[in-house]
C-alpha cells in the first residue's frame, strides 16, 4: 500500500515538471514572438519612414523641377522678349523687366556705362528714373560689378564694404550683375527683394540675362549704325535725283512728307508707313537714267521719248532694289504710275493689286508735281490741284486715298506754316523718324 501510494507520488511530482517545462516552453515562445512582432513593427516604422522620406524627396524634386521649367521658360520668354527689342526699342526696360520675372525679385536697376558716365536705364520700384545718375550706394554696386566683371550678392544687414545705403534703399537684399559685351561689361543689372532668399539658381539665371543681354545691345548698336548706313545711302540717291533734274529740288522731300502723314492717317503698319515714306522721297531716282535733253524738254514727248521716260521707275527700282531692307520700297517705286482703272504702267496693274504705298505715292506725286513749273507746263494753283486730283479718282488714282491725301496735305500745310512742323519741313531725307528706318 505504502509502495502505491510513494509511486502515486513520484508519478505526480514527474507530472508538475512536465507542466512547469511546457509552461516555461509557451512563455519563451510568447517572448520570441512578441520579440518578432516588435522587430516587424519597427521594420514597418522605418520602412514607411524610409517611403515618407523618398515621397517629401520626389515632392523636393518635382517642385524643384517645376520651378527650374517655369525659370527656363521665363528665361527663354526674356531673351526672346530682348531681342524683339530690337525692334521696338527699350532693351533696357526688357532686360530688367526679364530679370526681375525670372529671379521674382520685387524691384531693380538697369545701370549703363556711356562715356566714364554712370546713367540709370531702367528702373522699377526703386527712387530712381531712366535718365537720372544712380545713387552713391547703386553707383558703387555697379563700379564693383563693372570692374571685377563678376555677380555681387549682398544683405541688407550685411552690405558690400564700404557702401551705405541712403535711407529709402533699404533693400533686404540685392543681386548685380554684368552685362557683357565682347568680353567686357558695359552696364549691371540689379535685382532687388523677393518674397525669400534669392538662391544659387537665381545669381545663374542672372548672369545668363546679362550676358543675352550684352548680345541684345550689341545688336541694337550694329542695328543702327546700318540704318545711319542706309539713310546716308538714301540721302545719296536722293541728292543724285536733285543734281539730274533741278525741278526736282525739294520736290521729293514734300512727297515725302505728304506720303508719311497720308500713311499714317491710314493707319497702315509702321513697316508699310516706312515703304510709303521712302518710296515717296526716291520714286523718281530712276531719272539719272534718263537724257537730260527728254527730260527738260520744252515741247510734247514723241513716242520714243515718252518711252524712256517711263524707263524710270524700272531704272529707280533696280537701283533701290540693290539696298538690302529696301525691296519693298523699290516694288513700290516700280509701280507709283500704274492707274487704278488698269491704264497705267510699267504692268497695268489695277485697283487693290497696286500695292498700298505706291497708291499714295501716285496721288502725293501728281499733287505737287501740278504745283511745280516745268521745261514743259506752267504751275496750277493748290486749289486747280485738288480739283484734278477728285476728278481723276475712280480712274488714274485710289478714290479713297485721294481724299486721305487731300487732309495730310491740308493739315501738314497748316501746321508747317505755324511752325509746328518746322523740322520736317527742313528735313532731308537723312532725318526721318526711326520708327521709319530700314529694318534689318
Known amino acids: 500500500m505504502e509502495k502505491r501510494q510513494a509511486n502515486g507520488a513520484h508519478a505526480e511530482k514527474r507530472h508538475g515538471r512536465h507542466a512547469t517545462d511546457d509552461t516555461d516552453h509557451g512563455l519563451a515562445a510568447l517572448r520570441e514572438a512578441a520579440a518578432a512582432y516588435t522587430r516587424q513593427r519597427e521594420e514597418l516604422l522605418e520602412e514607411r519612414a524610409h517611403v515618407a522620406q523618398l515621397e ?13 521649367a517655369r525659370r527656363s521658360a521665363a528665361l527663354l520668354a526674356s531673351v526672346q522678349a530682348m531681342h524683339r527689342a530690337l525692334f521696338s526699342g527699350g532693351t533696357a526696360e526688357h532686360v530688367l523687366r526679364a530679370s526681375l520675372d525670372i529671379t521674382e525679385a520685387e524691384r531693380g536697376y538697369y545701370v ?14 526703386v527712387p530712381a528714373s531712366p535718365g537720372d545718375r544712380p545713387t552713391p550706394f547703386i553707383a558703387g554696386i555697379t563700379e564693383r560689378v563693372l570692374a571685377s566683371g563678376e555677380a555681387l550678392h ?7 564694404e564700404g557702401l551705405t545705403p541712403a535711407e529709402d534703399e533699404q533693400f533686404r537684399e540685392g543681386v548685380a550683375v554684368p552685362v557683357t559685351i565682347r568680353g567686357g561689361s558695359c ?33 541694337a548698336r550694329l542695328r543702327a549704325d546700318l540704318q545711319r ?9 536722293a541728292d543724285t535725283v536733285s543734281a539730274k533734274d533741278p525741278y526736282t ?12 502723314v497720308a500713311a499714317a492717317s491710314l493707319e497702315l503698319s509702321p513697316e508699310d508707313q516706312r515703304v510709303a515714306c521712302y518710296a515717296a522721297l526716291l520714286h523718281d531716282v530712276g531719272k539719272i537714267g534718263v537724257s537730260d535733253g527728254v527730260l527738260n524738254k ?41 492707274w487704278w482703272d488698269g491704264t497705267g504702267y510699267p504692268e497695268g496693274l489695277a485697283g487693290d493689286d497696286i500695292p498700298v504705298a505706291s497708291r499714295i505715292v501716285a496721288v502725293v506725286d501728281a499733287y505737287c508735281a501740278m504745283l511745280d513749273k516745268r521745261s514743259y507746263k506752267e504751275s496750277s494753283t493748290a486749289a486747280e490741284a485738288r480739283a484734278e486730283l477728285r476728278r481723276c479718282a475712280g480712274t488714274q488714282f485710289d478714290p479713297a486715298i485721294v481724299e486721305v491725301v487731300l487732309e495730310a496735305i491740308e493739315r501738314t500745310d497748316a501746321e508747317e506754316a505755324s511752325g509746328l512742323r518746322h523740322d520736317q519741313a527742313q528735313a532731308g531725307c537723312g532725318l526721318l523718324p526711326d520708327m521709319l528706318l530700314p529694318r534689318s
Open 298 to 338: 520744252p515741247g510734247p514727248l514723241i513716242a520714243e521719248e515718252r518711252k524712256l521716260v517711263e524707263a524710270h521707275v524700272r531704272i529707280g527700282h533696280d537701283l533701290v532694289a540693290g539696298i538690302p531692307a529696301l525691296t519693298d520700297v523699290a516694288t513700290a517705286i516700280l509701280h507709283h504710275h500704274e
Open 187 to 219: 552696364a549691371v543689372i540689379i535685382a532687388l527683394d523677393r518674397d525669400g532668399r534669392f538662391h544659387e539658381e537665381d545669381v545663374s539665371n542672372l548672369l545668363n540675362v546679362g550676358s543675352e543681354a550684352g548680345v541684345a545691345v550689341e545688336n
Open 56 to 68: 517629401r524627396e520626389v515632392r523636393t524634386l518635382a517642385e524643384r523641377s517645376a520651378a527650374e
Open 154 to 160: 549682398w544683405l541688407e544687414d550685411a552690405p558690400p
Open 112 to 125: 549703363a556705362e556711356e562715356r566714364g558716365l554712370l546713367h540709370v536705364r531702367a528702373a522699377v520700384d
Open 249 to 260: 529740288q525739294g520736290h521729293c522731300e514734300q512727297v515725302s512728307r505728304y506720303a508719311r
Open 229 to 237: 548706313v542706309y539713310t546716308a545711302t538714301i540721302a545719296m540717291l
